[in-house]
């Protein structure tokens, strides 16, 4: 494993040298089925077609830093995506998530480099939303909630990502500025076949609204789901039943969602 780790280490290093990286997005939808917005997800491409998972190599970055600049480059790329959308009328609206990692959220000057992309791209930040997990919130929670709240100040939003997976007590949720939870994709995959998903997921749906949170289902993918989310008060959605996530070249279809 340790072997295996630092090949993989020496070829992420080499990625990142020559920008060997893409950035797909996956569409998130309102209840009409109406495009809102997307989530920007990392690929690396190795060989022809093949791409190595972020499941794979994101926690071996997070471990040698090297998500530090492979994370600069998601945000300022994803950044640049967001300025071409508000230059149209038609795309103006649209949101644009972006996943941050522990370590490059502890970053000292993280709230400097987010500033940085944002004027660099010349977007209106209060379409810029980022995701972060509990695992990005566990320890010091006054430099978290500082942190969070001069993001903020910038006009950038927050979504906790995978919520329900990890350990995030409710008082937590009160004390930080999230605008939005994303109810992690286990949940919902699991909600037909097992009560207590489904009770996790209307427990959330309602908890949501009594801390007058938004909501969006992950990994929504079939009908039925969406229906069952939809009766009881989802706003949002993301999954394979609205679209996997594409290189932006291929979004005319997502487009037409709008
Ligand atoms: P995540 O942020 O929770 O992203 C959602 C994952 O679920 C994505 O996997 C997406 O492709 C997948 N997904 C979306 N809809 C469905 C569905 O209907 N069914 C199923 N089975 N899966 C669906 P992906 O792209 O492989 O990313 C995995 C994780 O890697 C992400 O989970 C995120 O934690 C991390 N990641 C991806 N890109 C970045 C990045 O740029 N920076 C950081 N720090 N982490 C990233
Ligand atoms: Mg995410
Ligand atoms: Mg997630």
């Known amino acids: 494993v340790v072997d295996a780790n630092a090949r993989m280490e020496a070829r992420l290093h080499e990625a990142i040298e ?9 569409p998130q939808v309102d209840r009409q089925g109406k495009l809102t917005g997307a989530e920007a997800l990392i690929r690396w491409p190795v060989a022809e077609g093949q791409m190595v998972s972020p499941a ?9 830093g090297q998500i530090v600049p492979i994370g600069l480059w998601v945000l ?6 967001l300025a071409l959308w508000q230059s149209q009328a038609q795309t103006r609206h649209l949101t644009m998530a972006v996943n941050v990692s522990a370590r490059q959220f502890h970053q000292p000057d993280f709230v400097a480099s987010v500033r940085k992309c944002v004027t660099a791209a010349g977007i209106d930040p209060s ?7 509990e695992g990005v919130i566990l320890g010091d929670s006054n430099e978290v909630v500082a942190r969070m709240n001069q993001l903020r100040e910038l ?4 979504a906790l990502d995978d919520f329900g997976t990890g350990y995030s007590s409710l008082s937590c949720l009160k004390r930080l500025p999230f605008d939005e939870l994303k109810i992690d994709q286990s949940f919902i995959r699991d909600m037909a076949s097992n009560e207590s998903s489904e009770a996790i ?3 959330i749906l309602s908890m949501s609204q009594a801390l007058d949170l938004e909501v969006l289902a992950e990994g929504v993918e079939t009908p039925i789901q969406r229906e ?4 009881h008060g989802c706003e949002r959605y993301q999954g394979y039943l609205f679209g996997k996530p594409q290189p932006i070249e291929n979004w005319a279809d ?4 709008t």
């Open 155 to 158: 006009g950038i939003h927050f």
């Open 254 to 257: 997502f487009l037409a969602m």
């Open 76 to 81: 300022r790329t994803a950044c640049a995506q």
């Open 201 to 203: 997921v209307l427990a």
């Open 18 to 26: 020559t920008t060997a990286f893409r950035l797909f997005f996956q």
């Open 127 to 133: 379409r810029l939303k980022l995701e972060l997990t």
């Open 56 to 64: 794979e190599f994101i926690p071996l970055a997070e471990d040698t």
């Open 228 to 231: 069952f989310l939809r009766l």
